[in-house]
């Protein structure tokens, strides 16, 4: 049976970006093939997006970019957590576990 | 944050760097894309086209990446900033034009308010300056709001007020230096040892003052300002402990002041060379009263000065019921040292700067109004770009981007003209203005240019792309250059500029006007004397304990008599005060039963004592009886003479001469002295016209301290030599406190009127030449506007003269809309400068009148060019280029 996909909550590809930054630095297309995998498919993040997240990230100072060669040895644009992206991947985390929290909450009285 | 800021500069100047990384980042994608399709089976096809449409546009999400660089307003700007460069560059004649016109108007305001910042503004040069007041005592029964202070009650104030931190107390002096080569005369303070560390001072060498300094039984003290210690003793480093005479009593020197200290209240600025401690004597301390001392007081940190007066008002209270013979009646009064300083030059700079900014609102105008009517030129650019996308508000942006840029440029030229004109200006400004020496062109300066700069770019942009942005598509792409309800709104704007223009010139001009006539009455009035080729010495003699007064006069009469035979001399007098320099003392006579003035209450007359030939040497006309003779000498029976104001004023229609008034009524020294002549009116001062006045002989009334006068053959300043030598031949110790010429007496009158004239002048005269600009640019571009209706009015007939009328018309009726209305603006502004006039009214008719004519002249000469030009316009060409 297909999966059911779901299109991302406003505000959570941020978080989806640097918590896949943590485990290491890796280039766009990389990204949104981690969050895809490591969702099991449920989360599939729009290429229309990313890119414009990347480069907000980056204008935010969150994480840092720099060229690099790709794993079949091309020229790719990796990213990495900054310290102060690793700060809000905290604060981020935090939040949302607080927000899905309280929504389970409410879910479970109905 | 470096790190962002980094990023932003990146994408700001590495802009084609940044799409290249951009393009490969998402050509990068798309490729991984492909292979992993391929893996998963697709022919390459299939792969490019599935990896495309799961990207989804790879313009829209290049674009989208560029926004969140977060750059796009500055990008905008830069690109504006760019665009209207090259614009700009294309016409640099209309450039460099509105840079210059922009330049002078920013540079004139900017300088004004170098001086306006310095003396008004900045905090004075002391601790907690804010904090420092002066107090006073007040005398209500007289209306006396500042009446200086006895030691005596300052040290009560000290002791029962709580509103001050510290007090400290002070008073102008002058001593007599004579143990050097050149004996002189010198001003000083004398002060509580406190004064310095009160202002936060400190000394550059030695010491300041000490408590013990005050003590009655120190040894005298003196501390030296560094200009003295740098023109007295030759910088000399061991000055310290050394002492110096001053009124024959020598004083140790204990310390020079720093060179930036600067004593800004109470005397002329600069002036004050030595302080000495205010000795605590016993008697000093019991004296109560009215005294020569100021008082200066810092308030407690949140004390407000109104808490400090109720206070200062108690205290008062207390004092008129402990000491009711010295302080009935008296209460205290207390003023911010700030205000006392400034208050009396504030109106002056601040209306000055206000005509300044009138200099810089007409060459905003001038400045609009050729962007207006470049913007004509304009629209078809305008209305293709609004066509394209660009929305309103983009393109108000580019045209104010653009003005913004001519005012920068105009404001960093104005910032070079400020530092010349201040070079020019700050020696002009009168020596009353107090704090001049403390001006400088500071980043204060710097940074209101630039505030001036973006106010000007805004009131000489913002109407022209306004305008420009309501462009007409349809109309304006038709027909770019002849959109005629576009080209009627902007003759409007443009004509109510030029009225603007010339109304704000009339007011500087009426008001150049005013000065300049009030200045020609100046140099005209006649003060009654005979003021050429004289030269005027100030003595005044030691005066010591059980001297004679008689002695005195043997030194008046050998000094005269040396001075008689100096070769050029051709005439000396001497005379006590100065007329035109000081006002005549005053006496309190007595007058016969049938004077005008009642006799049993003394009236207060001006009076002088001269040397006989003093009415001869300066022209004083006799009227009646005779001047004084040989026979009038100190055994004789005193004798007066009076001048006019006073015979007539006291003796209406009677012989004053034969009179006897009793001199010194109600004092001790009354005397009675019969009436031997009367003489013409002299002014008491320049601006000021005689006072009912009486003259003493000098043989019969002694005087200590007297002014020599003597005519020379030549200009009287090549004799200043010969004057020194001659006192000091006389008595080597003996100092000159005062060599100068009646026309230096003269020109201290002309200091301010001129200083005025000079900068509404040259006000007025750019405002001027900056009306004339914006009347022909106007006209001028109309009349290009307009060719093809000229040229159908030719073709009908029209004579060169018609044509002329027509344009020559169009032009005045701005200019006299603009006279008329700045007529009205000049009757109500002219009166600001009501204090500074001298016997003209502020609404003298003729000057009215000739400003009035001037300016519609030169707005004529203004209008003929392109009138003519007008003419010459030949109406087959002009109806052909339709």
């Given at each position: 049976m297909k999966k059911t996909q779901t299109d991302l909550l406003q505000g959570t590809l941020d978080l989806l970006v640097l918590k896949t930054l943590q485990s290491g630095p890796t280039h766009g297309w990389d990204i949104a093939q981690r969050i895809q995998q490591v969702s099991q498919d449920v989360l599939r993040v729009g290429q229309g997006s990313l890119y414009p997240a990347l480069h907000r990230l980056e204008a935010q100072g969150w994480i840092a970019s720099e060229w690099g060669a790709s794993e079949n040895n091309r020229k790719a644009k990796y990213y990495k957590l900054t310290a102060a992206g690793r700060k809000q991947l905290e604060a981020e985390t935090e939040t949302w576990r607080l927000f899905t929290g309280a929504v389970e909450l409410i879910l479970k009285t109905s | 944050m470096l790190n962002k800021l980094k990023l932003r500069l990146r994408a700001l100047f590495f802009k084609s760097k940044l799409e290249e990384e951009l393009d490969e980042e998402v050509r990068f994608h798309l490729e991984r894309e492909i292979e992993e399709n391929i893996a998963r089976g697709m022919t390459l096809e299939e792969a490019r086209y599935a990896a495309l449409r799961s990207f989804g546009g790879v313009e829209r999400v290049k674009e989208q990446s560029r926004d969140e660089r977060g750059i796009r307003f500055l990008e905008e700007v830069w690109q504006d900033l760019r665009f209207g460069a090259r614009m700009l560059l294309k016409q640099p004649g209309f450039a460099l034009i509105a840079v210059i016109t922009l330049a002078l108007g920013i540079g004139a305001v900017t300088a004004l308010f170098s001086v306006v910042d310095s003396v008004l503004l900045r905090p004075l040069p002391y601790l907690d300056a804010e904090r420092l007041v002066k107090v006073f005592e007040v005398d209500p029964k007289i209306r006396m709001n500042r009446r200086r202070i006895s030691l005596a009650d300052f040290y009560e104030w000290k002791n029962q007020s709580g509103s001050f931190e510290e007090m400290a107390v002070m008073v102008n002096i002058s001593r007599r230096v004579t143990d050097v080569s050149a004996p002189e005369v010198i001003e000083g303070n004398k002060v509580s040892a406190n004064f310095f560390s009160f202002l936060g001072s400190h000394a550059a060498m030695g010491r300041v003052f000490l408590p013990e300094d005050e003590k009655p039984d120190a040894e005298l003290v003196v501390v030296l300002s560094h200009q003295y210690w740098a023109t007295r003793f030759g910088s000399a480093p061991n000055v310290i402990g050394q002492k110096i005479k001053l009124d024959d009593k020598p004083h140790v020197i204990v310390g020079v002041l720093r060179e930036d200290f600067r004593q800004a209240f109470e005397g002329i600025p600069g002036r004050a060379q030595i302080w000495m401690p205010a000795a605590l004597t016993s008697e000093a301390l019991s004296r109560r009263g009215p005294g020569p001392y100021v008082a200066l007081a810092r308030l407690k940190t949140g004390v407000q000065v109104e808490q400090a007066r109720t206070e200062m008002a108690a205290i008062a209270e207390r004092l008129a019921q402990a000491y009711p013979a010295s302080n009935k009646g008296i209460g205290a009064a207390v003023y911010p040292l700030h205000e006392e300083v400034t208050g009396g030059s504030r109106q002056t700079l601040l209306t000055l700067l206000a005509a300044v900014g009138l200099v810089l609102l007409i060459a905003c105008a001038n400045v609009a109004s050729l962007l207006l009517a470049r913007s004509v030129e304009r629209s078809r650019e305008i209305a293709v770009r609004s066509a394209i996308g660009a929305g309103r508000w983009r393109i108000v942006r580019q045209l104010l981007t653009e003005s913004g840029l001519l005012a920068l440029v105009g404001g960093a030229f104005g910032l070079l003209l400020t530092m010349w004109m201040l070079a020019g200006l700050v020696p002009l400004i009168p020596r009353d203005v107090p704090r001049t020496n403390e001006i400088t062109l500071d980043y204060r300066a710097m940074l209101f240019t630039l505030a001036v700069a973006m106010l000007s770019s805004l009131l000489c942009g913002l109407a022209p792309a306004l305008q420009t942005a309501k462009v007409n598509l349809s109309e304006a792409l038709k027909d770019a250059a002849r959109s005629a309800s576009a080209s009627r709104r902007n003759r409007v704007w443009r004509g109510s500029l030029v009225v603007w223009q010339v109304a704000l010139t009339m007011v500087l001009l009426v008001g150049a006007g005013l000065l300049t006539n009030s200045l020609i009455r100046l140099y005209r009035t006649d003060p009654g004397l005979d003021t050429r080729n004289l030269l005027a010495m100030s003595i005044g003699l030691p005066g010591a304990k059980g001297e004679v007064p008689q002695k005195w006069n043997v030194f008046w009469k050998s000094l005269a008599d040396r001075a008689h035979n100096l070769?050029?001399?051709?005439g000396v007098a001497l005379v006590a005060p100065l007329p035109l320099n000081d006002s005549p003392y005053m006496m309190n006579v007595g007058f016969p039963t049938g004077a005008a003035a009642n006799s049993d209450q003394p009236t207060l007359v001006g009076h002088y004592t001269v040397s006989h030939d003093y009415f001869r040497l300066l022209g004083v006309g006799l009227r009646q009886g005779r001047y004084f003779t040989d026979d009038d000498n100190a055994g004789s029976q005193p004798v007066i003479i009076v001048n006019e104001s006073l015979a007539r004023g006291y003796f209406p229609g009677q012989e004053a001469v034969g009179k006897a008034l009793i001199l010194d009524r109600g004092t001790k020294d009354e005397k009675a002295a019969t009436i031997v002549g009367v003489v013409a009116d002299s002014r008491v001062r320049l601006d000021r016209k005689a006072l009912p006045s009486l003259y003493l002989s000098m043989v019969q009334f002694p005087a200590s301290s007297m002014y020599m006068v003597a005519r020379t053959a030549t200009d009287p300043a090549s004799y200043f030599g010969a004057m020194r030598n001659l006192v000091s031949s006389l008595d080597r110790n003996q100092p000159i406190s005062y060599l100068t010429t009646m026309d230096e007496i003269w020109s201290n009158y002309t200091v301010r009127p001129r200083f005025y004239l000079s900068l509404f002048g040259s006000l007025s005269a750019l405002a001027l030449l900056l009306a004339a600009a914006g009347i022909y640019g106007t006209l001028s571009h109309t009349v290009s506007q307009r060719t093809h209706e000229i040229g159908v009015h030719r073709a009908l007939g029209a004579q060169d003269g018609d044509v002329l009328r027509m344009v020559v018309r169009q032009g005045m009726i701005l200019a006299a809309l603009g006279v008329t209305a700045g007529l009205g603006a000049a009757l109500a502004l002219t009166r600001l400068m009501r204090e500074w006039l001298y016997e003209v009214s502020v609404a003298d008719p003729a000057t009215f009148g000739i400003a009035t004519g001037l300016l519609i002249l030169i707005a004529l000469c203004a209008c003929y060019a392109p009138a003519r030009r007008a003419t010459k316009i030949d109406p087959m060409i002009a109806l052909r280029c339709e």
């Open positions: - | 070769p050029g001399a051709q």
